[in-house]
């Protein structure tokens, strides 16, 4: 399928002498700090298909859209953008409940490609809708398999109560090996009191918490965590990237990242240079994803 919609894509670029743009969408949480990465990585990649050029001689130009990663605002977007023919294909959704939301749409007929939206329900639901992160219910394994690896006997889960949390909270209480001291739903915002949270885990003393959230609860549950003196290790997803950024919270957790600015190959050395000389920061995986997937 994917060969017939890269065939068929081409065919319909390839008319010669034209230079009217070609128009792809994009769409997701833009004011957030992973949605603001996400689309800093689409960006470039723009930017670069156009100084080689752009698509077959033509230039490519974004229509965005912010979701707010609402699945409602998400359908909505999709269906302006199934509408508009001019739209080829489209960059997005960034979050599982969005994509989740927007892909029986794109089944009208309009490829999407997601960045970071990783839940399994997403695996097969639309013959129209792919994405370039592994599924969470290979995610949490390999971070409990790490966390059995590192010898850790117990351990906390809290999940935010959404197709992420908890798709990638079930998937590595699935692989882990020790004891659960806890399995619950937290808070997602950045201003959310985890005071009662962290209190009771100083009770129970887990070996790690691991928190299966975006940066914004995990910067909120770890400053708390600092400020009790919580012990024990912490453990995030790739929604923890961000934290990268915020070391004053963030040093010594562990991040199921898919992507490291560190990473030795000349083509991601290439891609970071490129970044951090556009943007003056270095990327993570959602920036490397979103660009990627353009």
């Not at 033509?58 to 979701?67: E, S, T």
């Not at 960045?115 to 370039?132: E, H, K, Q, Y």
């Not at 240079?273 to 490397?288: E, L, S, Y």
């Amino acid at each position: 399928m994917r060969r017939l919609l890269a065939l068929a894509l081409s065919g319909a670029l390839a008319c010669s002498g034209r230079s009217d743009p070609v128009y792809i969408g994009a769409a997701g949480p833009w004011n957030e700090a992973f949605g603001r990465l996400n689309r800093q990585g689409i960006d470039l990649a723009i930017e670069e298909i156009n100084a080689r050029g752009g698509v077959r001689g033509r230039p490519l130009r974004l229509v965005d859209r912010d979701d707010e990663a609402s699945g409602s605002k998400a359908a909505a977007i999709a269906a302006e953008f199934v509408a508009n023919r001019s739209i080829v294909g489209v960059i997005g959704h960034v979050t599982s409940g969005a994509m989740l939301a927007a892909a029986p749409v794109y089944d009208q007929g309009l490829v999407a490609i997601a960045t970071t939206a990783s839940s399994p329900d997403l695996s097969g639901l639309s013959r129209w809708t792919f994405r370039v992160i592994s599924s969470d219910s290979a995610n949490g394994l390999d971070m409990a398999r790490f966390a059995n690896s590192r010898g850790f006997r117990s351990a906390a889960i809290l999940f935010e109560n959404n197709a992420y949390g908890r798709g990638l909270a079930d998937s590595f209480r699935g692989g882990f090996k020790g004891s659960l001291i806890a399995v619950d739903p937290i808070p997602s915002e950045a201003q959310a009191d985890f005071e009662p949270y962290v209190a009771y885990l100083r009770e129970r003393k887990p070996d790690l918490t691991f928190i299966a959230g975006t940066d914004a609860s995990g910067r909120a549950f770890l400053r708390e965590a600092r400020r009790q003196q919580l012990g024990g290790a912490f453990m995030g997803g790739d929604g923890w990237t961000p934290l990268a950024q915020d070391g004053s919270v963030s040093e010594g957790a562990y991040v199921g990242a898919p992507f490291s600015a560190e990473d030795p190959r000349a083509a991601a050395r290439a891609f970071v240079k490129a970044f951090r000389d556009r943007h003056g920061v270095d990327p993570d995986g959602n920036a490397a994803l979103a660009y990627d997937a353009t």
